[in-house]
């Protein structure tokens, strides 16, 4: 694929990476060094990464993955999982009463340690996946104060985001403008929450449908960052769905760099 020439200075908030080969669902996806060049081709120069899922603690995961971004233009998050049922319903309601955090939960304490190691600079959230942390685990969150980017969707909407999280002071970074898979419904519906949480940004990877980012770019221009969703998405297709966009120039720069560089200060020059 051709590089793109755009003149902005780009940097992805949304990148996963597997450390894993053999569960790489083709040979180079989710790959580092596959990775690097196709940010090299999209020009982008710094990119947010973390773990793929997998059953169990993701202790080793993000070890290897905070091991793949030494000498590289990337910038480790931490994933984490909890005990309870992210589901709304009454059945969530009693799984929820019997749960409990096991060894194999993020606790407290690891989230501590991932803080003041300095090889991790936020968190990942997948809570239809992984589960939802506990109280005590997001008091610890609120507490280290490090951006977390939740995975938004039909398996946690909006409204279960706002519940669930905005109370907490800590950035949060709702992923696919909180609506995959590509439910345009739930897109306009996480633009609205922007209007009362300060503390929620919206990520642009596999979005796709022009009106919902122009919309809340135009609206909230310091409130969305770019994020290319690779593997699943390659970054030079991602970054010319902005490049295409009816939006300022200088907003795509806000969205490109000055907005992911205010919220995760890794990612600045």
């Known amino acids: 694929m051709l590089e793109l020439e755009h003149g902005f200075r780009v940097v992805d908030v949304h ?3 597997e450390p894993d ?5 083709r040979d180079g996806m989710g790959d580092p060094e596959q990775l690097e060049r196709e940010m090299h ?3 982008v120069v710094r990119s947010v990464v ?5 059953d169990g603690s993701y202790l080793k995961a993000n070890n290897a993955v905070a091991r793949m971004t030494v000498e590289r233009p990337m910038v480790a998050f931490a994933r984490v999982n909890g005990a309870r049922d992210p589901g709304s319903g009454p059945g969530s309601t009693l799984r929820n009463l019997a749960s409990s955090r096991t060894e194999e939960h993020t606790s407290p304490a690891d989230i501590e340690q991932y803080a003041y190691d300095d090889r991790f600079y936020g968190f990942k959230l997948n809570p239809p996946t992984d589960g939802l942390p506990d109280e005590e685990v997001l008091a610890e969150l609120e507490s280290v104060s490090l951006p977390v980017i939740v ?5 946690f909407p909006p409204e ?7 109370a907490y002071e800590f950035p949060v970074i709702l992923s696919h403008f909180g609506a995959y898979p590509l439910r345009r419904d739930l897109m306009d519906r996480a633009i609205d929450l922007l209007e009362t949480n300060d503390n929620l940004y919206l990520d642009t990877s596999a979005v796709r449908y022009r009106r919902p980012m122009e919309r809340a770019i135009l609206e909230h221009p310091d409130r969305v960052l770019f994020g290319s969703g690779v593997p699943s998405v390659h970054p030079n297709v991602a970054v010319m ?3 295409t966009l009816d939006v300022p120039e200088d907003s795509m720069r806000k969205v490109f760099s000055n907005n992911p560089n205010r919220v995760i200060e890794a990612l600045a020059p």
């Open 15 to 17: 990148a996963r990476l």
């Open 21 to 25: 080969a053999q569960r790489r669902p």
């Open 41 to 43: 081709q999209a020009g």
């Open 50 to 54: 973390f773990p793929d899922e997998r």
């Open 151 to 155: 995975h938004g969707g039909e398996g």
């Open 160 to 166: 279960a985001v706002a519940e669930s999280l905005l």
């Open 241 to 243: 769905e902005i490049l």
